[in-house]
């Protein structure tokens, strides 16, 4: 699954850990999505996408093989 959190967190003007502490999450989770090495749960998707004002469908891409 893609994502397109590091994008908006620039568009918003926020660092990982603004973001982290936003969803109560650490940076370190931030920093593995950005990555596309951990997967959110859905509940943490929802929290992430009404930070930046936008659907979990905007912010998290599937791919053919997700």
């Known amino acids: 699954m893609k994502n397109s959190i ?3 967190r620039a568009i918003k ?3 990982q850990q603004d973001l982290a502490d ?3 999450v650490s940076r ?3 920093n593995a999505m950005e990555a596309n090495k951990y997967v959110p749960s859905t509940v943490l998707a929802i ?3 009404r930070v930046f004002n936008k659907t979990v469908e905007d912010i998290f891409i599937l791919e053919k093989n997700d």
């Open 6 to 8: 590091k994008i908006e």
């Open 13 to 15: 003007g926020l660092t």
């Open 22 to 24: 936003r969803v109560s």
């Open 28 to 30: 370190q989770t931030i």
């Open 47 to 49: 929290k992430i996408a």
